[in-house]
């Protein structure tokens, strides 16, 4: 197994200067786990910590880079990292940031993580929710372990979670390519993939591009719209999602293929992607350095 790939930070997991600061943090996963649930808040739970979002925070969720993110957090308060702020000083982001972060922070250390796009079913009963975590290799137990870092005890409560969030499930959380051939085989509803009111096949295909490219260290924004991306279902090149749904099932086993696939530009990150919550393209950091 190849994990050289994911044990450096390089382009959005690269944390430039800031990356100092994570040789003071703790060497575990649930250590780093707790200090990103104290500097990071999800832009759509502020009422669970009693907050209102400043325009500041309104803002963040749009930050695609480490560097940027740990700048912005330096720049409004400058202790150290592992200081938990109040929930209304935090950084405000989503599941692609709290999966960045710990992604960035293990690489740190010399421990092969990535960023995995897919759904999870513990948000709400029968539905599989748009949802990005954290797969790291754990070398004792020879596996790769799925890490919900979002996850804090109010969001256990209020989710009502029953499992160990350092260890999700594989049940819990379906990769994107998973929940594309459960609904390919007739066995899930695509309608049941998705989030608030956008739900689907398209849906589903479109986190299997996103997942394929964070397997190629290009971990973008939930809604940041590229190459193969459609909205409509009749859209969809079945073939190439089915092959991406194969590859990104079993990436170890086919990392080499994964690699060679993702020149094409129906999964390759163009300079400037679509936001499609902002309504508008923009430009991403560049990827010169990306392995």
């Given amino acids: 197994m190849n994990l050289a790939p994911f044990r450096a930070p390089v382009a959005l997991s690269d944390a430039g200067i800031w990356a100092l600061q994570f040789a003071a943090l703790p060497d575990d996963v649930a250590g780093l786990a707790k200090v990103l649930q104290g500097l990071l808040i999800h832009e759509h739970l502020p009422d669970v910590y009693g907050v209102t979002l400043s325009a500041r925070q309104r803002g963040e969720p749009h930050v695609r880079s480490t560097e940027a993110i740990l700048e912005r957090i330096a720049v409004h308060d400058p202790r150290p990292l592992s200081r938990a702020r109040a ?3 935090r950084f405000a982001g989503c599941c692609r940031h709290y999966t960045l972060l710990l992604v960035a922070m293990l690489r740190s250390k010399g421990i092969a993580a990535r960023a995995r796009c897919g759904f999870g079913a513990y948000f ?3 539905k599989f929710v748009d949802h990005w975590v954290t797969e790291y290799f754990d070398e004792a137990q020879q596996r790769w372990i799925l890490v919900d870092a979002q996850i804090d005890d109010r969001q256990c409560a209020l989710f009502g ?3 160990d969030t350092l260890d999700v499930p594989r049940d819990r959380f379906l990769v994107a390519g998973d929940a594309w ?3 390919r085989d007739g066995h899930a509803d695509p309608q049941s993939f998705g989030v608030l009111d956008m739900a ?3 849906f ?7 997942d394929a490219a964070a397997l190629n260290n290009r971990e973008m924004l939930p ?4 190459g193969g991306m459609t909205l409509a279902n009749a859209e969809i090149d079945l073939a190439f999602i089915d092959r991406l749904a194969r590859l990104t099932h079993a990436p170890d086993r086919h990392l080499e293929e994964l690699r060679a696939v993702y020149p094409d530009p129906r999964i390759a ?9 902002l309504g508008r393209p923009e430009a991403v950091s560049p990827f010169a350095h990306s392995a």
Avoid: M, Y
């Fill in 204 to 210: 589903i295909a479109s986190n299997v591009i996103r």
């Fill in 124 to 126: 709400a009963k029968g």
């Fill in 161 to 163: 979670i029953d499992f």
């Fill in 200 to 202: 689907g096949l398209w």
């Fill in 269 to 277: 990150v163009p300079s400037t992607v679509f936001n499609a919550v």
């Fill in 223 to 226: 809604w940041d719209v590229w």
């Fill in 181 to 183: 051939q459960l609904c």
């Fill in 87 to 89: 929930p209304a000083e």
